[in-house]
C-alpha cells in the first residue's frame, strides 16, 4: 500500500526532470537581487581589445585613377526587400557602374507590398549629398538624357547567379548594345575581384555618401535625444516570420506566439525534427529568445539597470522574457508620438533604427544581418567599437551540453570575450582593414 505513493513521487520528480533538461529556449535566470548575477567581472565592454578594424588606407587616401571622359552607358540599381538589404544591393551596384565605366542613375526602390511602403530612394536619402560626395567615383546623373528616358531599360538580373560569376563578360555587353540597363545585384559576387577603383566607388557610397534626408535625420535625432543616456541599441529578431523561416522549434512559448508562427510557415515551412533540428540550433541558424537574450546579457555582466532601445522590427514576440529582467527597455513607438509613428513604414522604421544604433552608446544584435552588418561598419568607420553580436551557435552547444546557470554564464563569457577582443563582426574585409592594439 506504501509504494504506490512512493512511485508517484519519484515518477512525478523524473518527468520534472525530463521538462527542465530538455527545454533549450527557457535558461534559468538567476533571480537573485543583485545588479548583475555575473558580478565578479566587470562589463564585458571593459576588457581589452587587441583587433579593431577600421577604413583601409587604400580606400580613405588612394589617387584614384581619373574616370573616364566617355561612359558605356547608364546603369540603374534595382533594389528589393528591406531598407538595409536595398542599401546592400545599391552599394553593390554602385561599384559594378564604375567597374563597368557606366554612369550611375538612382536606384528603383521595390519594396514589399505587405509594408504598405511607396517610399523611393529621394525618400529616404538626401540626393544631394549623394551626388556630391561620389565626384570622382562614378559618375551619377538625377535624370536620363531624353533620348534614353523614354525608354525602359534593358533587365539584366544577376541575383541568381552563382559561382565565379563576372560581370564585365557577363553584363558590359548588355550595357554596349542597349547603352541603358537596370541591373539586381548578384548575391554571390567576390568584392575582392574587383579593381580598387570599383572597391573605393563602392566603400564611398556605402560609409560616405548615403545620410538620411534632412526631414528624416531630423526625426531621427528628436529620437535619439529622447532615449536615456547612456544607452544600450539591442537589435532583437524573434517576429513570426523570422522563427518560420528559421525552421527551428521552441518550447514554452505562449499559445499566441505559436499561432503566430504556425501562421507564418505555411506549408513549405515546416520545422527540422529529432536529430536534425539539434544540428540546425547547433549551427546557430535558431533566433534567440528574448528570454534567452536576457540570460546573456546578465552573462556578459551588462547592469539590469541599463538603458536599453529595443531595434525591432513590429510583431517581436516573448518581449516579456527580456523586460521581466531588463526594465529599463524602450521603443520607437513609446517615445514618437503616435501621429508620427502610425504615419511611417518598413523603410522610415528601419532608417531610425539605424541612424539610432550607429549613434548609439553600445550595439549588440541577435542577428547577424543585412541591418547588423551596415551598423557594426558604421560604428567602425565613427569609431565606435563597442558592438558584440551575440552568439548563437555557442549558446546552443553549450546548453546541448548540459550547462546550465552560472556554468553556462560562464561558457557565455568566454566564447563572447573572444569574439570581442578579436573585434569579430565589428566590421567586414570590404572596405576595412585590420588595426593591431
Given at each position: 500500500m506504501r509504494v504506490k505513493p512512493l512511485f508517484i513521487i519519484i515518477s512525478t520528480l523524473s518527468l520534472f526532470l525530463a521538462v527542465v533538461?530538455?527545454?533549450?529556449?527557457?535558461?534559468?535566470?538567476?533571480?537573485?537581487?543583485?545588479?548583475?548575477?555575473?558580478?565578479?567581472?566587470?562589463?564585458?565592454?571593459?576588457?581589452?581589445?587587441?583587433?579593431?578594424?577600421?577604413?583601409?588606407?587604400?580606400?580613405?587616401?588612394?589617387?584614384?585613377?581619373?574616370?573616364?571622359?566617355?561612359?558605356?552607358?547608364?546603369?540603374?540599381?534595382?533594389?528589393?526587400?528591406?531598407?538595409?538589404?536595398?542599401?546592400?544591393?545599391?552599394?553593390?551596384?554602385?561599384?559594378?557602374?564604375?567597374?563597368?565605366?557606366?554612369?550611375?542613375?538612382?536606384?528603383?526602390?521595390?519594396?514589399?507590398?505587405?509594408?504598405?511602403?511607396?517610399?523611393?530612394?529621394?525618400?529616404?536619402?538626401?540626393?544631394?549629398?549623394?551626388?556630391?560626395?561620389?565626384?570622382?567615383?562614378?559618375?551619377?546623373?538625377?535624370?536620363?538624357?531624353?533620348?534614353?528616358?523614354?525608354?525602359?531599360?534593358?533587365?539584366?538580373?544577376?541575383?541568381?547567379?552563382?559561382?565565379q560569376f563576372d560581370y564585365i563578360e557577363s553584363v558590359l555587353p548588355s550595357l554596349l548594345k542597349y547603352h541603358y540597363i537596370s541591373?539586381?545585384?548578384?548575391?554571390?559576387?567576390?568584392?575582392?575581384?574587383?579593381?580598387?577603383?570599383?572597391?573605393?566607388?563602392?566603400?564611398?557610397?556605402?560609409?560616405?555618401?548615403?545620410?538620411?534626408?534632412?526631414?528624416?535625420?531630423?526625426?531621427?535625432?528628436?529620437?535619439?535625444?529622447?532615449?536615456?543616456?547612456?544607452?544600450?541599441?539591442?537589435?532583437?529578431?524573434?517576429?513570426?516570420?523570422?522563427?518560420?523561416?528559421?525552421?527551428?522549434?521552441?518550447?514554452?512559448?505562449?499559445?499566441?506566439?505559436?499561432?503566430?508562427?504556425?501562421?507564418?510557415?505555411?506549408?513549405?515551412?515546416?520545422?527540422?525534427?529529432?536529430?536534425?533540428?539539434?544540428?540546425?540550433?547547433?549551427?546557430?541558424?535558431?533566433?534567440?529568445?528574448?528570454?534567452?537574450?536576457?540570460?546573456?546579457?546578465?552573462?556578459l555582466s551588462i547592469p539590469r539597470s541599463t538603458n536599453i532601445y529595443l531595434a525591432a522590427g513590429d510583431g517581436l514576440m516573448e518581449i516579456e522574457g527580456l523586460t521581466s529582467i531588463y526594465t529599463n527597455v524602450v521603443t520607437k513607438s513609446a517615445l514618437l508620438s503616435s501621429e508620427d509613428f502610425e504615419t511611417m513604414h518598413g523603410n522610415t522604421k528601419a532608417a531610425l533604427d539605424y541612424h539610432v544604433s550607429i549613434n548609439s552608446d553600445s550595439y549588440m544584435a541577435t542577428y547577424f544581418g543585412n541591418m547588423d552588418k551596415m551598423v557594426a561598419a558604421m560604428r567602425a568607420f565613427k569609431g565606435l567599437y563597442k558592438t558584440l553580436f551575440l552568439s548563437r551557435r555557442a549558446f546552443a552547444k553549450l546548453t546541448a551540453e548540459g550547462l546550465e546557470g552560472k556554468a553556462l554564464m560562464e561558457a557565455l563569457w568566454k566564447a563572447h570575450k573572444d569574439d570581442f577582443i578579436m573585434g569579430r563582426g565589428s566590421a567586414l574585409s570590404d572596405c576595412f582593414c585590420e588595426f593591431k592594439l
Open positions: 533538461l530538455l527545454s533549450p529556449t527557457r535558461p534559468v535566470v538567476p533571480s537573485n537581487s543583485s545588479d548583475s548575477p555575473n558580478s565578479a567581472k566587470s562589463e564585458i565592454w571593459n576588457v581589452k581589445r587587441i583587433v579593431e578594424w577600421r577604413p583601409c588606407n587604400w580606400w580613405l587616401q588612394s589617387h584614384l585613377p581619373p574616370l573616364p571622359s566617355e561612359s558605356n552607358g547608364y546603369i540603374r540599381v534595382n533594389c528589393y526587400g528591406g531598407l538595409n538589404q536595398m542599401r546592400r544591393d545599391f552599394c553593390d551596384g554602385v561599384g559594378i557602374a564604375r567597374l563597368l565605366n557606366a554612369t550611375l542613375v538612382l536606384p528603383k526602390f521595390e519594396v514589399a507590398a505587405y509594408w504598405n511602403e511607396s517610399s523611393g530612394f529621394a525618400d529616404v536619402f538626401d540626393v544631394d549629398y549623394f551626388i556630391n560626395k561620389m565626384n570622382g567615383f562614378v559618375k551619377v546623373v538625377r535624370e536620363l538624357p531624353p533620348e534614353i528616358s523614354s525608354k525602359e531599360p534593358y533587365q539584366v538580373d544577376c541575383s541568381k547567379r552563382k559561382g541591373i539586381t545585384p548578384a548575391m554571390s559576387q567576390r568584392r575582392d575581384r574587383y579593381p580598387k577603383y570599383a572597391k573605393a566607388a563602392l566603400c564611398q557610397a556605402c560609409y560616405s555618401a548615403l545620410r538620411l534626408t534632412e526631414l528624416l535625420e531630423k526625426k531621427a535625432n528628436e529620437l535619439l535625444e529622447a532615449i536615456p543616456k547612456p544607452f544600450l541599441s539591442l537589435h532583437l529578431r524573434f517576429e513570426p516570420d523570422m522563427v518560420a523561416y528559421s525552421k527551428c522549434q521552441y518550447s514554452g512559448l505562449s499559445s499566441t506566439s505559436m499561432k503566430a508562427i504556425q501562421a507564418a510557415r505555411g506549408d513549405d515551412r515546416n520545422p527540422w525534427t529529432g536529430e536534425a533540428a539539434q544540428i540546425w540550433r547547433n549551427r546557430g541558424k535558431c533566433p534567440l529568445t528574448p528570454n534567452e537574450t536576457a540570460f546573456i546579457l546578465q552573462a
